[in-house]
């Protein structure tokens, strides 16, 4: 006795072709809504270049402080 997956049957492929090209469609509405760039307008490319390079030297130095044996 030997368990047989089930064959697909043809309204369970239009049910997952379906599901399929619905997902499809959401997505590629979900992608026509960022047209504009996804800038807002108060926050400057600058502001936040300098705030990463801050952070990240930041971690720099205390990764420095801890690690005084080298």
Do not use: C, Q
């Not at 049957?9 to 760039?37: F, I, Y």
């Amino acid at each position: 006795m030997s368990a047989k997956s089930p064959t697909p049957t043809p309204d369970r492929l239009v049910l997952l072709k379906m599901s399929l090209t619905g997902t499809a469609a959401n997505l590629v509405t979900l992608a026509e809504g960022a047209e504009h760039g996804g800038n807002h307008e108060s926050l400057s490319p600058y502001v936040t270049g300098i705030g990463a390079f801050v952070a990240l030297m930041l971690l720099l130095w205390i990764t420095t402080r801890f690690n005084r044996d080298r």
